[in-house]
């Protein structure tokens, strides 16, 4: 045991200063690899290197090291593992807007160089966001540490394509994907962020080839039009049967336009005639192919208008649309421009409004990974989710899941392992390079970091190496902590990925949380400038004060909101937990681990507080294991702020101040035990305090870290003495309710007659008389089954029995008296007011119900406050 003395003030600054590096020096995170101790395995979700954690990180990440904390402490072999995602898209635009402001480029630079320049960032970032686990008590397996671009992962990923591949799974082709112009990639539908945006419906009449008339057509993104090849109608609406198989005329192009038949269009719709542009829209490029229609592509990657465009060519995108619709009204095709408030994609990296566009990229077919991943979901083999609403979320996606399209046009990331022969086109698909390698390219595109991220459960302990002993001990992993905002881009493909590659789910049970939003309940974000840096929060409050807001302000699933008012109020139970901890220490004398001895002379507040601590650990440990952090944290806030902290500490000084060296003893031991336990139940939650306190108690090993989960001793169990405590309590808090109800300072002594509903109460209430004593502060105290009740006395009702306490003593009955008919005329004039408004016939007839209504519960509360008044005057005038 250390020296017990504590610094005077709780500093968290102080106390968690170098507590990490002590765990670090101890090992205590690395999970021992080998031995007869059952595995418990956590991936963290890798944060992108692209800059500081947010609160929802830190949110996450504190949810898994309670999880992991506490699993280390019940015994288990535990392996947290951490690492990082090379996070192509946003990672490649930080270093390009980096080299930007450097006056070059990538292009200037090279492929080779810029990824040079893309690993210095990673290394720099990379140890910004180690600073920042450490500063969150983060107890991770750095021995273990993976990046989504190490050469072991980057093994997987091409095992993983090249598998897929050969299975017919994995295929390029030309399709309509979701364009960043920005950034000039490819993007995922999930990666599409939909925004509501003004915009408009423009109408124009497309002339017929031949022949009188037009056909009228309707169109959001008029610049797309210039790359429109045909005009389709449903093959059943009678007022175009006499133009299918007809052609239309492309106003300002002159193309001509095929009008074809089919089921996709909807007659009920506008003019009930769709233009086709399959170049530019995913349901037209299905049209296209069903009718074999040209592709015609009128735009650039970067987002202006091509060769295709004709007098439009080298213009942007919208500044097309805007000249385009002015022309159109010029040569009276537009005939009307509709207002439409409508949703429009775009880009969740760069905010670009994305482009549907044709090209050719790479895509895995879905439809089967995603049927077996759907089937293990009826097995006793499948993932649970937490709360299991989210599993429908889950099945839902799967089951309506879209080719995968995984090329993206960048340098950083994992480059496709495919290779184009110089000369005749083949395609070679592998792991290395071809033979003959100097007549062969390989292709420029990397995969999207969605496809290593997948992998993650299992590429970080070793796969493809199905040998290595960490896949074999510590795969499949127990549970996987994540936002619901994310089970669409990594949850699901992890889980498809796991069981196509390892047969089996990649983690037991996923807990899903939700976001963190502000006091309002906005979500945080740069444009609204209500973002919280967790780290300033650490240098405020310190970071047992955020770890704890943060796991028990919600439910699992829910949002929560943070203020700094929550912080401050976890600060001060913190503060609490010190001060309460530095009296007992300070108490507790040289007490020594060996010398602890609850078993002697308990009093009925060593009883009571055992079995208290008793209860506390079976409901903490039964929320913990059921991760409802909120719960746990409710459970361990109640017994240590009203159990322990405001009764058994205060009674504790009796026996402490006592010259009862039998009970100083006993009491000092029930102190070390209580708070031993309860610094081991708290610990996951505020591990720097707890770790401090118990380096302060009698214990035995290390670290608390390393110590054992508390088990509940029925042997200690007394459930007399929980309801003797409880009468004790309700007698203490009735007394000191009525001296402050009738102003009389607890420093004055008043009579108190107690009357007990039986002689075992009374008897009790003997057996406890030093607390009624200390806590009421009577100058007379009578218990008894039978007692004289005094005319005039302020009383009460608890459980058992009924206080007394006489006037006489307690206050000057005339000023008493004066005080409440002072009072007694305020609620006069209230009721008069009201019933003032109530009589008021128009008030009555003209004022909305509910206003009516609220007078009429004003006066009933105002009858009522007042009628008690007058009683009590005429009580005490008795």
């Excluded at 159109?328 to 429009?344: A, C, N, P, T």
């Excluded at 704890?548 to 937990?577: C, H």
């Excluded at 079995?611 to 409802?628: A, M, S, W």
Aim: aromatic fraction near 10%.
């Amino acid at each position: 045991m250390k020296d017990i003395e504590m610094s005077t003030k709780y500093d968290p600054n102080e106390v968690e200063k170098d507590r990490y590096q002590f765990w670090l020096d101890g090992k205590y995170f690395e999970a021992e690899g080998a031995g007869e101790k059952e595995p418990y395995t956590v991936v963290i979700p890798p944060p992108n290197v692209t800059g500081k954690l947010h609160l929802g990180h830190a949110w996450d990440t504190t949810l898994q090291d309670i999880i992991t904390r506490v699993k280390r402490m019940q015994g288990y072999d535990v392996l947290w593992l951490p690492g990082m995602d090379h996070a192509g898209i946003a990672t490649q635009a930080k270093v390009e807007a980096k080299l930007k402001e450097q006056g070059t480029s990538r292009y200037d630079l090279g492929r080779e160089q810029f990824l040079e320049k893309s690993w210095e960032w990673k290394e720099e970032y990379a140890q910004f966001i180690r600073s920042q686990w450490e500063k969150l008590g983060l107890g991770l397996d750095y021995s273990r540490e993976r990046f989504t671009l190490d050469s072991g992962l980057s093994d997987a990923v091409k095992e993983v394509f090249v598998r897929l591949y050969e299975k017919e799974l994995i295929y390029r082709g030309q399709y309509i994907i979701n364009w960043d112009p920005d950034t000039k990639t490819a993007l995922s539908d999930i990666e599409v962020e939909y925004k509501d945006v003004q915009g408009a419906f423009y109408h124009m009449n497309y002339p017929l080839k031949g022949e009188e008339g037009s056909i009228a057509i309707a169109t959001t993104r008029p610049e797309t039009m210039l790359g429109d090849t045909a005009i389709a109608v449903h093959p059943e609406d009678k007022r175009y049967q006499h133009l299918i198989g007809k052609k239309a005329v492309l106003p300002v192009i002159g193309r001509e336009l095929d009008i074809v038949a089919d089921d996709y269009v909807d007659q009920e719709f506008g003019s009930g005639a769709v233009k086709i542009t399959p170049a530019h829209d995913p349901n037209d490029f299905d049209i296209g192919n069903r009718h074999d229609l040209e592709r015609v592509l009128v735009m650039n990657e970067d987002g202006t208008m091509n060769e295709n465009a004709g007098k439009y060519k080298g213009m942007d995108r919208f500044a097309c649309r805007k000249q385009l619709v002015k022309d159109l009204q010029e040569e009276g095709v537009l005939f009307e421009i509709e207002e439409h408030m409508h949703s429009v994609g775009h880009s969740e990296r760069s905010g670009a409004v994305v482009e549907p566009y044709l090209s050719t990229q790479w895509f895995v077919n879905m439809e089967p990974l995603a049927k077996t991943a759907v089937d293990q979901q009826k097995t006793d083999d499948k993932v649970n989710f937490v709360p299991d609403r989210f599993e429908k979320t889950y099945l839902n996606w799967m089951e309506n899941i879209r080719d995968w399209c995984i090329s993206r046009q960048l340098w950083w990331g994992h480059r496709i392992p495919a290779w184009y022969h110089k000369e005749t086109g083949e395609v070679y698909v592998g792991k290395e390079a071809p033979e003959d390698s100097e007549n062969w390219e390989q292709d420029e595109d990397v995969l999207d970091t969605w496809f290593s991220s997948a992998l993650w459960p299992f590429s970080t302990m070793g796969w493809p190496e199905e040998d290595n002993e960490d896949f074999k001990r510590y795969f499949p992993t127990n549970a996987l902590v994540t936002g619901y905002d994310i089970i669409f881009f990594w949850v699901s493909r992890m889980i498809f990925q796991s069981i196509e590659f390892t047969d089996r789910r990649p983690f037991e049970d996923v807990l899903i949380h939700g976001l963190v939003r502000d006091g309002e309940g906005r979500k945080m974000s740069k444009s609204l400038g209500n973002g919280v840096d967790p780290m300033d929060v650490i240098d405020k409050y310190g970071a047992d004060s955020l770890r704890y807001l943060l796991s028990t302000s919600s439910a699992p699933g829910q949002d929560m909101r943070f203020t700094w008012e929550k912080v401050e109020s976890t600060w001060n139970f913190a503060n609490k937990i010190w001060n309460a901890s530095r009296f007992a220490l300070m108490n507790m004398g040289e007490l020594r681990y060996e010398e602890i001895d609850i078993t002697k002379n308990r009093s009925v507040a060593d009883e009571w507080i055992l079995t208290r601590l008793n209860e506390t650990i079976e409901k903490v440990t039964k929320t913990v294991d059921h991760y409802d952090f909120g719960e746990a944290g409710r459970h361990l806030y109640n017994f240590i702020w009203d159990d322990f902290c405001d009764w058994y500490i205060e009674m504790a000084k009796l026996p402490l101040y006592s010259e009862d060296e039998e009970r100083i003893h006993t009491t000092r031991s029930v102190l070390a035990y209580t708070l031993d336990r309860t610094m081991r139940m708290l610990h996951p939650f505020m591990p720097f305090l707890t770790e401090e306190i118990w380096q302060h108690l009698p214990h035995q090993g290390e670290s608390i870290t390393v110590s054992e989960w508390p088990v509940a001793d029925a042997t200690l169990d007394n459930k007399q003495a929980v309801t003797e405590m409880e009468r004790l309590v309700s007698i203490i808090r009735s007394v000191r309710n009525i001296r402050a109800e009738v102003d009389t300072p607890m420093s004055k002594q008043i009579k108190l007659i107690i009357q007990g509903e039986d002689e075992e109460v009374v008897k009790e209430l003997e057996g406890n008389r030093n607390y009624l004593e200390k806590f009421c502060n009577p100058s007379e105290l009578t218990i008894a089954t039978e007692v004289e009740v005094p005319e005039k006395a302020m009383s009460s009702v608890v459980t058992g029995a009924s206080l007394y306490l006489p006037l006489e003593g307690l206050m000057n009955l005339e000023d008493e008296i004066a005080r409440l008919e002072k009072e007694r005329e305020k609620w006069d004039k209230e009721v008069k007011m009201v019933q003032g408004k109530l009589s008021n016939e128009k008030f009555v007839e003209k004022a909305p119900a509910h206003i009516v209504d609220a007078e009429k519960e004003k006066e009933a509360d105002y009858l009522d406050k007042r009628a008690k008044v007058e009683a009590r005057i005429e009580e005490l005038k008795a």
